[in-house]
C-alpha cells in the first residue's frame, strides 16, 4: 500500500483518534472552538511558508493536530444534550409536549417513534420552545400505525432518561440509544398523543419513505404468506419489522440473519448491474462517461434513501460514489483513499457512526478483503479457469472474515464460518473497481 496514493488515511487517523478521545472523555474544552479557527489559519500560512528539509514534518504534525482536535470538537459537540435549550432542562415539570417525527416508526412488542422536541411546558397553554430527540414507545393499534415521517404530535406524557438492562452482560440498549443520539423516552397511551399535521419534515426523506410503502403495499400485493412477504421485505428494502419471532430465531440459528439485511452487497450488485447495462451502450466521450456515472449516481443513492439510509448503506453508497467522483476527476483511484474518503465524510456528518458494529465490521471486511485477498490469491495453485474464479470468490469471503475477525471476537464471541459466501458476492462489483488492486 502506497501512503502517497491515499492522502485521506492520512487525514482519517488523527481525525478517528479525536473522535475516539472525544468520545471517552466527553468533557468540552473552553475555548476549543476559536482554537480551531485559529488552527486553520496557522496550519495555512504553514502550508506557503518555506523551510528546510528536515523540518518537513512541522506542517504535518500541525496538521495532524488541528485534525484530532476538530474530531475531539465534532463528537462532543454532537451530542444533542449540549443543544441550546434542550427540554432535559424543564424536566420533571414538562409533561406535555409538541414534537415531528423525524425518522421511520419501527415495530416491536410496542411502535417506537423518534421525535424531535419542539416545545415543552407543564401545561398545554404554557409551552415554552425546546430542542432535543425523544423516543416515544405507544401499544400498536390501528391509529397509532398511521403515523409517518414528518408527521407533527401533541402529546400528554412523562419523560425519563433511556437506561439499559443493568445487566453487565446483556445488551446495552441506553448506549445504543445514545450513538443514535436519543437519551430520553416516554411511554404513551394511545389517547394521550394528538395528530396535529403532517407534511414537515424534509421532502427528499419523505418521498424515499413514500416510496418505500408504495413498495412495500406492491410486495404485500405479490406474496400473499405473512413469512413470504416478511423475507422479502426485508431482503429487498430492509424492512424488517413484520418478521416474525420464530422466523427470526431461525435464521438466527443458521447463522444467516445477516442476509436479511440491506448492506454493501447489495449496492454492489446494483452497481454491477447498472454497470454492465451501460456498457452495453457503448457510451463514448466525455458526454457519455458524465452521462454514465450520472446514472450510477441516481441509482445509488435513490436505492439508499428508499432503503432508509443505514449505516452499512451509507458507507457502500459513499465508497462507491467517491470512487466514481475520483475516477471522473483523476482517472484512476486506490481504494485505500477510497474507504479513508468515504470513511471520513461519514464521520464528518455523523462521528457516532464510528462506534456502531456495523460501520466498522463492514469497513473492516472491505479492507480485509483488499488486503489479504491478493496475499493469498499469489500463493494460490494454478487452477482451470472456471475454477479459478470460484477460488477468488472463496478467498474473498475469507479474506474479508479475517478482517472482521477481531470485531466478530469482541462484539460476538464467536467466528461466524457461515457468513463468508456472502461477502464473496462482492467480488463480481469489486472487480469492475479495482481489478489492479485484486489482481
Known sequence: MNLRAAPYLRLFIPFCLGLSAGEWLDVPVPGLGPGLLFGVSITSALAFFKYPYR??????GAFSVLLFAAGYFRVVTHNELRQPGHFSEKLPAGHYFIGTVYDAPSKGARLKIPVRVEAIGAEPDA?????????????????????????????????????????PHAFDYGRYLHFQNIHFQSFVKTDSLVLLSRGHGNFVWRAAFGCREKLLALLHEHFPTQD???????????YKDDLSDDLRMAYAETGSMHALAVSGTHVGFLYAGLFFLLRRLRLRGRWGRAAENIVLLAAIWAFTFLTGATASVLRASVMFSTYLLGKAMFRDASVWNVLSASAFGLLVYNPYFLFDAGFQLSYAAVAGMVFFFPRFYRISPILPKWLDYAWQVLLVGFAAQLGTLPLSLYYFHQFPVFSGWRVGWWYSAVRYLWPEELL
Open 127 to 167: 409551552l415554552a420552545p425546546a430542542t432535543g430527540n425523544l423516543l416515544l414507545f405507544l401499544p400498536i393499534t390501528p391509529q397509532s400505525e398511521t403515523l409517518r415521517y414528518g408527521d407533527r404530535v401533541a402529546v400528554r406524557a412523562s419523560i425519563r432518561p433511556a437506561e439499559s438492562s443493568g445487566n
Open 228 to 238: 413470504e412477504y416478511a423475507v422479502a421485505s426485508a431482503l429487498l428494502v430492509g
Open 55 to 60: 523540518y518537513r514534518w512541522v506542517f504535518g
